[in-house]
Structures are given as C-alpha cells and as structure tokens.
C-alpha cells in the first residue's frame, strides 16, 4: 500500500503543479516554446531559407537589432519599437489591457552580415523587455483618461502603465518561423501554432520577467514539481524494496 499511496501523492503534486503554471496565462506558454525551440545560428537559417524547398520550421537565433529608421526616446537611444499599455488589475495577479498605443518602424536582427526582418504585427505578448511601469489606482489617472474609462474602472481599480521598448543598440533572441513577406523579403513571423517571441535580456532574466507577475505560482508550482518526483522516485524504491 505504501508504494500506491507515494505514487499517488506525487501524481497528485505533479497535476497541481502543472495547473499551477497553466495559471501564469501566455507567459507560461512562451517560456514553454521559447526553451524547446531549436537554436539555429542566424547564417544558417538565413542561407537555408532563401531556398525554394526550404522546410517550414519553428526555431530560435540571435542577432543584433538593425533599422534604417529608428527614432529617438527621452534620452536620444534610437528605438525601433515603442509600446505603451494601460492595464487593469483584477486583484488575482493578472493584468487586462484598457490601451495600447504602439510606434514601431521596420527592424529586424543582423549578425556578420545576415539580416533577417521581424515582422512587427505578430509581436505580442512574446516581447520580452526590461519593462518601464508605473502603478497606481485609476483615481490616479489624468483626468482626461479618468473620464473616458469612468464606465469600466471604479476608482480603487488598480492600474498600470506599462512601456516596452527595443533599441537598435540591444542584441535579441528571436523566436519563430522564417517565411517571404509579402515584399518578398524574409521575415520571423509566429507560425505553426506557436507565437513569435524576441526577447531582448538574457535568457535567466527572461524567465524572471515571464514570471514576475504569478512568482508565488510559480514557486508554489517548483515546490509541487520537487514533492511529486520525490514521491515518484520513493514509490519506486519502496515497490522495490518489498519486491
């Protein structure tokens, strides 16, 4: 009885801990697809791609962010994309967009030579970026803002302006599927069921920043993960030693 009731224990862990992480929403998906994506150097996925019988793959390169039209932020740093988001809180530890209001010229990464465009309409919820927040209620809002939101916002909602932006300075992860745009040049677009995800911090940072918003999920979801192989692996070796 003993092995049974370990094994059951830690399936049981197991299935909480999985729900656990289903529960952080599209981030525990892109950090799911961006971890098992295959790493391909951006040469070589460039060099296979411009073939007419190139095969359709998802897949994860590098490079640096290259534009010829960038335009400057508060401190002069030339930017490729600017995105501003003023989200409400639901007191659960998720955030709802109110609105967004995206600047963003063509861009794409580079390296020794190889450049591949990103194609600026699928990025979504895959931008990985130190995020600029501001938090507050919407009674805090301008009033101009205030007015217009006062039908979906009780005063004590919590709030937060969020800017995500990507210089042409920043190096980038970019994950996705390599196709011709409609231009005819080649562009990482997301594809076969899966997002496009251009992360611009190291990968440790961008499973810090994939999590910041359900950390105590995700730790309660670590801790689950431990207690279930453990229990797993006494389940075995209790089965064994009555064996």
Known sequence: MIPIALAIAGLAALAAATLLLRRTGSAYRVARVLAGAPDVPLSELVGSAAGPDAPRRYVRTHGRISSDEEFPDEAQRPLVYRRRRLERGDGRGNWHVLDEQRLAVPFGIEE??????????????????????????????????????????????????????????????????????????????????????????????????????????????AVLLVVGLGSLAAAIVAFLLRV
């Not at 501001?134 to 301008?142: D, H, I, K, V």
Request: hydrophobic share 45%.
């Open 112 to 221: 020794r030579g190889a450049f591949l465009a990103v194609d600026l309409d699928a990025l979504g919820d895959g931008l990985i970026v130190l995020p600029r927040e501001s938090r507050g209620t919407a009674a805090e809002l301008p009033p101009d803002v205030a007015a217009a939101l006062a039908e979906q916002l009780a005063p004590s909602t919590p709030v937060r302006v969020r800017i995500d932006q990507l210089s042409a300075v920043e190096h980038a992860t970019v994950s996705g599927v390599v196709q011709r745009s409609t231009a005819g040049s080649l562009q990482i677009t997301a594809g076969m069921g899966r997002p496009l995800i251009l992360s611009s911090v190291e990968p440790a940072a961008t499973m810090r920043l994939l999590a910041a918003d359900r950390r105590g999920s995700v730790i309660a979801s």
